[in-house]
């Protein structure tokens, strides 16, 4: 057998691979789409604005700009479990801004006021620093832009606020855009069941 | 959503940059030890441990928080707060068993807000003097517990009540206790038996009060206590009280760190919240003081979260905050000489200084790493799993070569001499 020989036969194995995986995937993807709605989703554990290890780095904001949708599928939502329900909240408050006369500063950090707050239990006049206050993000207003995110991060914050596609507004493209520019490879496609993605808020989100 | 857990353990430091020759057995009076710089004189330490650690002399259930302990004579003070009784209170137990001695509380509500207690007693042979979460000053006799005397700081000086509560340890001097009171007076000095004001600074340009502890240094050859508001530093003649110089200089939030005074009568300050480092010199002509910047480290360079930098062979070493909190030795200049990346992380834990060694805790895991003092690379000598976690972030004490410190619910002492 001559050496070209080989080489033809190589490269035509190859190629018969390559095809048959190309056929398996696409299969994997149909029985998963047959099983349920493929979405995609942010793994929070590679977020650059929420996963741990990142800090002292600019906030990404690729999801606000790549998105095809118009203000972006992506939103921020505060998980309460894990709110630290502070007076002076990070992700609210442009904490570099003036301390206004009520001791806190003066700036919000939502560039399109989308954060609110509200006092919850115990309200000590006597010790207004230490009231407690429940997040509330308008999903109308956000676009996803991250800030808070990243201002909620520790040290700084608890890491209660991260990013999440809505898929309600998600136009579920094959290739997503923001997948494609996010430097983390953060948008990951899961298969849920179709019960579940018919709902336009996942379980986890405020409540 | 966020939150903020600056917590407040403050440390701070002194003008004492070098270790002098050790005694055994030296005391840790206070927040940052004898001279307030975070450096134990105590010798003959171990620079080794076995593999399943330095010895547990004792632990203690603590209500949640990071306030650390004063040890004197042999006797642990602390505070302490139940919560299934709204009381705070403060515990003189044995440095040797850890058996209380004696203990004082009250009824005190106090909402837990990242935690409840997060200062340390200052203490002599006499008294014990501590702060309260909600700003009351409170004065015992160091045998029996006794309170001797109290004042509210809130209506005494219309100081009020930080969020995350009081971060300030009080300072103890040989003549007088020294307090920060934001309010009216942004600083106060009174007499250790009575309580009584024996100067007080007028707070003229509505300064904020801060988590900053007031820390003593002779600047332009003149004694002071220096102090850090949200606003800058200051400085403040121990003599008379008398303002001396401010520098402007905005901190976010909060202002934990206190200052750290650097020979050549500089100043370093460091903060949270994207405040960054300044290094400020400040020159007295002719009785005036003024205080200029020798540089300004804005966010992202370097910064430390809540604990002050010690000052060892010219230089300046802490945990800051870049890749979860990596132990770094700074030079006078604000440049990273090493740092523990790849090696360690420490997220907000605390660290002290003795016998030529680092002790530094991991603030996550209670992980307790030794770490040779030296201003060329980062060199582990030991380490070993003292505590759980989590929020190991409270200041250690050490003395008699035992070593107290906490997590966020548990005190804990160990032998690191090994006698």
């Not at chain 1, 809505?166 to 520019?181: G, K």
């Not at chain 2, 209170?89 to 106090?110: D, Q």
């Not at chain 2, 200062?119 to 309260?132: H, K, L, N, Q, Y």
Request: net charge positive.
């Amino acid at each position: 057998m001559s050496l070209r020989a080989t080489r033809r036969a190589t490269l035509k194995g190859i190629s018969r691979a390559a095809a048959l995986l190309g056929m398996s995937g696409a299969a994997a993807f149909l029985v998963r789409k047959a099983e349920g709605r493929v979405v995609w989703q942010i793994d929070t554990a590679r977020c650059i604005n929420s996963r741990a290890g990142e800090v002292g780095v600019k906030v990404c904001d690729l999801c606000l700009k790549e998105c095809v949708v118009t203000q972006s599928a992506v939103r921020a939502v505060n998980e309460y479990s894990q709110c630290g329900r502070c007076n002076i909240c990070p992700a609210y408050f442009n904490v570099t801004s003036a301390v206004s006369e009520k001791g806190v500063p003066s700036e919000k950090l939502c560039p399109r006021d989308a954060i609110s707050r509200k006092p919850i239990g115990e309200v000590d006049p006597s010790d207004p620093a230490n009231n407690f206050y429940e997040y509330v993000i308008d999903e109308a207003k956000c676009d996803g832009c991250g800030k808070c995110v990243m201002a909620c991060k520790e040290p700084a914050g608890l890491g209660s606020i991260r990013l999440v596609v809505r898929h309600n507004l998600c136009v579920n493209c094959n290739s997503c855009a923001i997948s494609t520019a996010c430097p983390k490879d953060a948008l990951t496609q899961l298969t849920v069941p179709e019960s579940i993605s018919a709902s336009s808020r996942p379980a986890h989100s405020q409540s | 959503m966020v939150s903020r857990r600056i917590l407040f353990t403050c440390l701070a430091g002194a003008a004492v940059p070098e270790l002098k020759p050790a005694a055994r057995g030296a005391d840790w009076p206070q927040f940052r030890g004898p001279a307030r710089d975070g450096v134990s004189r105590e010798t003959g330490l171990l620079r080794q441990w076995p593999a399943s650690g330095p010895k547990v002399l004792w632990t203690a259930p603590v209500g949640q928080g990071y306030a650390g302990a004063a040890i004197v004579g042999g006797k642990v003070f602390h505070h302490d707060y139940d919560e299934t009784k709204s009381e705070w209170g403060v515990y003189c137990r044995s440095l040797a068993t850890g058996k209380v001695i004696w203990s004082f509380s009250e009824s005190r509500r106090i909402r837990p807000n990242h935690a409840i207690t997060r200062t340390v007693p200052a203490a002599d042979a006499r008294f014990v003097f501590s702060i309260d979460p909600k700003c009351g000053l409170h004065c015992f006799d160091a045998r029996t517990g006794k309170r001797l005397w109290n004042k509210d700081l809130v209506t005494a000086y219309k100081t009020p009540i930080p969020p995350w509560y009081n971060g300030q340890c009080p300072l103890i001097e040989p003549d007088r206790l020294i307090v920060a009171t934001g309010g009216d007076a942004i600083m106060a000095a009174l007499d250790k038996a009575t309580g009584k004001e024996l100067w007080r600074t007028p707070n003229t340009i509505k300064l904020h009060y801060s988590h900053a502890s007031v820390m003593p240094a002779t600047i332009g050859g003149v004694k002071q206590y220096l102090y850090s508001t949200l606003d800058g530093l200051l400085g403040v003649a121990a003599a008379s009280g008398k303002l001396l110089w401010t520098y402007s200089r905005k901190f976010n939030v909060a202002a934990p760190v206190s200052p750290l005074p650097i020979e050549g009568d500089r100043v370093f300050l460091t903060g949270p919240y994207d405040a960054g480092s300044v290094m400020i010199r400040v020159r007295n002509t002719g009785g005036s003081f003024k205080a200029e910047p020798v540089f300004d480290m804005q966010a992202n360079e370097w910064n430390s979260e809540v604990h002050t930098p010690i000052v060892f062979k010219g230089h300046m070493f802490a945990v800051g905050k870049k890749k979860r909190g990596l132990f770094t030795c700074l030079s006078f200049d604000g440049k990273t000489v090493w740092d523990s990346d790849g090696k360690a992380a420490f997220e907000l834990g605390s660290f002290l200084l003795a016998d030529g060694m680092f002790f530094v805790l991991e603030g996550k895991t209670g992980m307790l790493r030794l770490i040779e003092a030296n201003t060329t690379g980062y060199k582990e000598l030991a380490k070993a799993q003292v505590l759980s976690g989590q929020d190991v972030w409270g200041p250690m004490a050490l003395s008699d070569g035992k070593l107290v410190l906490r997590d966020l619910t548990k005190m804990v002492c160990i032998d690191v001499r090994g006698s």
